[in-house]
């Protein structure tokens, strides 16, 4: 075996001498480009400062990486960054590399060995893993060898920096990388971020796009996800659906979030449908995050559950739920329209501090389970869970509240919430053997009360049905009752906000309204909407509507944080009010995604 000089590279290896013997094979070692695939090398000081490099490259995806070594005295190596960005690598450079051996090989009636090829371990996973099999495949399609270097260690195909039980574990992407058995085609994750750039490939937080729209250019396979950063506002619409969004139900494709705290505003979920498998699905939004705000969003006509506040692990508190519309959903679920629970004892608490406030929950049907779901495995310890200024409505007779276990009802407190039902009837399933026909039975417990007087009601709120869109059926009309009754809640972590849902500032009049909608002048009066006539209400149910002693009207506004019970006594003292500002609904477009999967 023989090989070109400068240490057996493949580019001397053309210009080498041929031996007039048919049983040598030559052989060259490949691991261009080396301002990737040597990245964080320490024996390579020229090359071990550059970091977070991707594959494949452009000028754009690299003046990030270029920058940084600018600033931090290094125009060398952002110069090589910058020529890896210029000379944009990717199938098409390495293919034309193995052409160029092939056509050698050929010509000099020789074999040739790729003895030598890999990339270190410190270039991102994903890039690097696609980076060999893109190499491995263009030298296998001219009929050419090749060997792996090395077995184990920084270029191996283990998992380096990763042990299970003491010991390596093998990297399954590298083995589909090289076409070896067991292998596991990489799992694409991509990332949105103001902070991005449509021209970067968007599969690192480092490199991610800008917009929703380049986002709805993907194709997503099963167990693929798309994140968008939290602490963000990203303009414009996406647009998932069977042309470019795959999941099974093993493997679905899910929309989440990185960094620190999500922001979920004026998103419309409709028509959502779930798998015969699994009861749970077809729903509106999956929430969970730390600090993180779900407000401003419409969801109707879905099979599932509409908000789903769950999780098993201990990291999901501080988080605000509000001014949101939901209609009947839960046709094929059990599990309500708004369900909180989660945790698990060996980790701790998974649900705590939340708050979920001044939204419309409307259950239109009698076989969709409950309005609110507690479930029995909510952990009995998770602490802060608040509800109030929330409309409730059903009108098929469902328990507007049910929580599985009464040992869970010290952490849940219910407080100035609009009901209706035109039955009549408030049912709540309460714990493991309390059911109340009544509010004012439920009120016994100290739900629904403040300083020992009721606050809830339970009556026809009167709404308006004034428009084409879900936000303008839930408008209270004038002399509703719905009006000026909500508490401030500016003591809660996101305060009252700036605008209802339909982009209306708040407050109007004089007070806080109860529900989503705020009025600066009612209309109607109509009545609830809904599947029964709107003005058989009033000849079944009397509609007049509830009473707060004035005293303790005049008091809400002021005194509600201060005086709930042990779950929030503490928090409304010490935890800072922030706003969030407001913004305009978006405008949904509509264009057809690539065909292609972007690898």
Avoid at 136 to 147: C, I, P, S, V
Wanted: glycine share 12%.
């Amino acid at each position: 075996m023989l090989t070109g000089g400068q240490g057996g590279g493949w580019e001397p290896l053309l210009g080498a001498a041929v031996l007039d013997d048919a049983n040598v094979v030559y052989s060259a070692h490949l691991y261009d480009p080396y301002a990737f695939t040597m990245q964080g090398a320490e024996w390579m000081p020229e090359l071990e400062p550059i970091q977070n490099l991707p594959y494949p490259s452009n000028p754009q995806v690299v003046e990030l990486e270029a920058a940084r070594l600018r600033a931090a005295g290094r125009p060398d190596l952002a110069g090589a960054v910058a020529a890896y960005g210029d000379d944009f690598w990717g199938p098409g450079a390495l293919a034309e590399i193995a052409r160029g051996l092939a056509d050698w090989s050929r010509e000099k009636k020789r074999r040739v060995l790729i003895n030598e090829l890999g990339a270190y371990y410190k270039a991102p996973r994903f890039d690097c893993t696609q980076y060999l099999h893109d190499l491995r495949t263009a030298l296998e399609d001219q009929g050419l060898g090749w060997n792996l270097w090395e077995y184990a260690s920084g270029f191996g195909i283990f998992l380096v920096e990763h042990s299970v039980g003491g010991r390596e574990s093998v990297d399954p992407w590298m083995l589909w990388a090289l076409g070896l058995p067991d292998g596991e085609e990489p799992t694409l994750t991509y990332y949105v971020s103001a902070a991005g750039s449509d021209d970067y490939p968007g599969t690192s937080a480092g490199l991610p796009w800008r917009t929703l729209e380049r986002a709805s250019e993907a194709v997503y396979g099963p167990g693929e996800s798309l994140l968008l950063a939290r602490a963000e506002t990203v303009q414009g619409s996406l647009r998932l659906h069977p042309g470019n969004a795959y999941g099974t139900f093993a493997s679905p494709v899910t929309i989440g979030a990185y960094g620190t705290r999500v922001l979920l505003r004026h998103n419309q979920a409709y028509g959502q449908r779930m798998h015969a498998s699994c009861h749970s699905d077809g729903g509106g939004y999956d929430f969970n995050g730390t600090h993180s705000v779900l407000e401003y969003n419409v969801s109707a006509d879905n099979a599932g559950i509409d908000i789903l506040l769950d999780d098993q692990t201990p990291v999901n508190h501080d988080v605000t739920v509000r001014y949101n519309i939901s209609r009947r959903h839960g046709w094929q679920t059990q599990e309500g329209l708004l369900y909180v629970g989660g945790g698990r004892p060996e980790v701790g608490p998974a649900l705590h501090h939340y708050f979920i406030y001044n939204n419309v929950f409307h259950a239109t049907g009698a076989a969709g389970g409950p309005v609110v779901y507690i479930p029995n495995g909510a952990y009995t310890e998770s602490p802060h869970i608040y509800l109030a200024n929330n409309l409730f409505l059903s009108d098929g007779g469902v328990p507007m509240v049910q929580l599985d276990r009464s040992d869970m009802a010290d952490n849940v407190l219910f407080q100035n919430n609009a009901y209706w039902d035109p039955t009549g009837q408030l049912r709540v399933e309460w714990g493991n053997d309390l059911t109340f026909a009544s509010l004012a039975a439920w009120q016994s417990l100290g739900q629904e009360t403040l300083q020992g007087e009721a606050v809830g009601f339970f009556a026809d709120p009167s709404l308006c049905d004034d428009g084409e869109e879900v936000w303008s059926w839930y408008r209270p009309s004038t002399g509703s009752y719905l009006i000026d009754s909500g508490f401030d809640l500016s003591w809660l972590p996101e305060g009252t906000g700036n605008r209802d849902i339909s982009g209306t500032s708040i407050p109007q009049g004089g007070g806080y309204e109860v529900g989503a909608q705020e009025v600066s002048a009612g209309c109607g009066p109509n009545h609830i909407v809904g599947t029964v006539p709107k003005r058989s209400f009033l000849t079944t149910v009397a509609t007049t509507p509830p009473s707060m002693p004035p005293t303790l009207k005049a008091t809400c506004a002021t005194t509600a944080g201060a005086r709930l019970p042990e779950l929030s006594r503490s928090l409304a003292a010490t935890t800072p009010r922030r706003k969030v500002e407001p913004m305009t609904m978006p405008t949904v477009h509509r264009s057809t995604p690539r065909s292609s999967k972007l690898r």
